[in-house]
Structures are given as C-alpha cells and as structure tokens.
C-alpha cells in the first residue's frame, strides 16, 4: 500500500510540484515520483511505500548494503570498500566525540560490521536495525541484542557519547519521532553523525533518475546541505562541520551509469566519480554523499 504524505517533512508547507520519476532499478522494477516543496524545496518520495510494506522492497541479495553477499563483481567490490570505509568511521566518531572509547548506539546497523570494529576498540555498543534478517545476522556477529526500533523501553534511561546514521536517515518513516527521541538520548556534549547522499551533487545532475543514490522507494528523503540543517533545526540539533566523502562518488556513478546505458563500466565509472569530485571541490562540498557532524543546542 502506498501512503500520501499531504505536508513537506522539513517546513510543513503543503505544495508540492513534480522533480523526478524513478525506477526502482534493485528490487522491483517499480516506479515512483520524487516531489519537490515549493517553500523550502525540500525533496521527497511521495507517494510512497507504507511502513508495514516497505520491507519487501529491501529483500534482494541485489540490496547488498543489507546483505553480507559475495555474489557477482558489484557486491565484490562494494564489500571490499565497505571494509575500508570502517576503519574511517572508527577514525571520525573517535576524533568527533574526542574520546577513544565510550558509549554508541548505531541506528540501523544493518549485518553489524561497524559496530562490530567499535565492540573490537573497547565501546559499549548499542544497535537499531527494523530489517529482520539484517538484525539477526548483526546479533550473531556482535553476540549481543539489537534491537528492532528506538521505542523499545530499554532506551528510556540511556544516554550515548556518540549516534551514527550511517546512509540511513533517508530511509526513516517516522523522521519526527526518531528524531525527537535521538535528540533525547545524546549525551550534552555528545555527538551525532549523519551521512546521507546528496541530490546537489554533480553526479545527481548529471545522472537524473538514473542517479543510484535516489534509490526509490527506500530512499524517502532526498537531502542537500541545505535543507538537512532545516529539519534538524526542528530538534534543537546544529550541523558543526561537513565532510566530504569522496568514496562514495565512484559507487554511485558506477551504480547509475549501469541504470542507463544497461552494462557495468568501472572505467568509464572510476572517471564519472573522479569528475564529480573535482567539480565537488569547487563548488562548497557538493560531494555525492556529505558526513554531519552534529551536537545539541546548548
């Protein structure tokens, strides 16, 4: 069943006018319309999957960001960078929390593998993951609960050093609620990080509704450095710094390049993604995906 959301996410405001329609090129081959608000222009699917629907849309072994899958050279290699990107999350909550060690909830921690490296580094590890089959692999990698929503009553007293939303606010039905209760349980002087993609990007441009970050219909909320800082501002969170994360350009133009022309390309993709990140450079961070480092209003 599809939902119809009647106000913008970010402002309220109540019109919208046509952006993009997309295929959803991993799953179901389905289309679905991207909106844009007409005051604050805000991006977002709509209509779009409800919550008790939305599952399916994520069970294919082609969805590999919730699978630990091997098969065929796209998963190879996205694997491998997955592996690499870890050790750079591990560098940036240290270096952003200013502590080696401490107390982190990773909202939607999909198989587990981060927080995994920060159960290794000696964190106290708390994990949220709605997918079923995603959650019990993490809970056998980690040998510990995860889980299912940030609602659950074992959260009422706690507070966490560090939250991560490792490409996953994008995907929130319940944005006010999750995000009221995240605001809830950081620390004073904790910090949250939000990566998520960026449709200002180049390679959004270039690619349209080709472009693989849209990701429809799992992707609800389409994001740019200047409408994420308006929906945080509704909770008393501010954006402190932006990072650039350049990785995720030749992924995605790899992905989208795909989408269109119907064939795996890595060379004529390796350059797609170092075009966008050139242009990126010149043009205020306007990377494929953007890293929020983010705290409480004091």
Known sequence: MLEIL??????????????????????????FQIVSCKNCGFKFTNPRPASADIARYYHSDSYISHSNTKKGILAQVYQKVRKISLQSKLKHIQKESQLQ???????????GDFLKICQDNDWEINGIEPEKIAREQAESLLNTKIDENIFENQFENKQFDVITLWHVLEHIHLLDETLTMLQKLLSPNGVILIAVPNCASADAQKWKEYWAAY???????????????????????KIDKYIAMPYDSYYISLLSRKYKTGKLNFLNGFFDGFQSNQWAKKNSLNFSS?????????
Do not use: A, W
């Open 6 to 31: 009647s106000k913008c996410p970010v402002c309220t405001h109540n019109y919208f006018s046509p952006f993009l329609v997309c295929e959803d090129y991993t799953v179901s081959k389905e289309k």
């Open 101 to 111: 060690k401490g107390k982190i909830l990773d909202y939607g921690c999909g198989t």
């Open 215 to 237: 990701d429809l219909p799992r992707h609800l909320y389409h994001f740019t450095p200047q409408t994420l800082p308006l929906l945080l501002e509704k909770y008393h969170i």
């Open 290 to 298: 953007v890293l929020y480092i983010c705290s409480k209003k004091q």
